[in-house]
């Protein structure tokens, strides 16, 4: 294979550009911590670790990519059983800055967005039935939703107008930019079949969304909160 990437190549052009926009992303997430408030601290400091590790993946598909022309969706699940916990940690750590959130709340999220991960990633290696790995992982991403929309973060997330607007805007990423891993597993595994290399693309320009606009929002209302309100 040739050890560079063609102009004309969609796939690795898009590995390139995310490895590239990940790793301009935690510098800027870690250089800006320091203008945040204490409390928003460990926010963004979960934020730049999911960039550190979206980085190395990329960077490590881009490179698999050009030696090989193959980018198997299931290394992947390695990115994905890292930064989506840690994202959804990044929200209740956010909002318990402002207000007291249950420990349990805290490790029924972890739990419920491990599960959107694992039962995938054992459907689609084989190691238990596809179907059942789709179940099990949307039960995981709509109990995960059901707390955002429902349960007790949500009602925290009421209580202070700014974070309302980011807390709403986050729920947004992981109802919708959520949505696109399920259903490609199902196009996969379920659906007749799907071109591995478009799906490729498909969740490369995906994690824009629901990794780099994911962080931006945080970082907002990190540094909005500590901003003086101004009257009307």
């Given at each position: 294979m040739n050890q560079q990437i063609s102009p004309t190549d969609i796939v690795g052009g898009s590995f390139w550009l995310l490895s590239i926009a990940m790793i301009a992303a935690v510098f800027f997430f870690?250089?800006?911590?320091?203008?945040?408030?204490?409390?928003?601290?460990t926010a963004i400091?979960?934020?730049?670790?999911?960039?550190?590790?979206?980085?190395?993946?990329?960077?490590?598909?881009?490179?698999?990519?050009?030696?090989?022309?193959?980018?198997?969706?299931?290394?992947?699940?390695?990115?994905?059983?890292?930064?989506?916990?840690?994202?959804?940690?990044?929200?209740?750590?956010?909002?318990?800055?402002?207000?007291?959130?249950?420990?349990?709340?805290?490790?029924?999220?972890?739990?419920?967005?491990?599960?959107?991960?694992?039962?995938?990633f054992l459907g689609s290696a084989g190691y238990m039935s596809a179907t059942l790995g789709f179940l099990?992982?949307?039960?995981?991403?709509?109990?995960?939703?059901?707390?955002?929309?429902?349960?007790?973060?949500?009602v925290a997330a009421?209580?202070?107008?700014r974070m309302q607007i980011a807390f709403t805007s986050l729920r947004l990423i992981v109802t919708i930019g959520w949505a696109i891993y399920p259903l490609g597993y199902f196009m996969q595994h379920l659906g007749g079949g799907v071109d591995v290399n478009t799906l490729n693309v498909i969740y490369n320009f995906a994690d824009v969304l629901n990794k780099l606009i994911f962080g931006v929002v945080i970082y907002k209302a990190a540094i909005d909160s500590g901003k003086p309100r101004q009257r009307p």
């Open positions: 870690f250089a800006e911590k320091s203008k945040v408030e204490g409390k928003w601290e400091t979960l934020v730049g670790v999911v960039m550190v590790v979206a980085a190395a993946q990329y960077y490590y598909l881009k490179d698999l990519w050009v030696t090989t022309g193959q980018a198997p969706l299931v290394l992947r699940y390695v990115d994905w059983a890292i930064s989506r916990p840690v994202q959804i940690i990044a929200i209740y750590v956010l909002l318990s800055a402002l207000t007291k959130l249950s420990t349990p709340l805290f490790w029924r999220l972890l739990v419920g967005s491990l599960l959107t991960v694992v039962a995938e099990i992982g949307m039960v995981g991403w709509l109990y995960v939703l059901g707390e955002l929309y429902l349960g007790e973060i949500s009421e209580d202070n107008e």
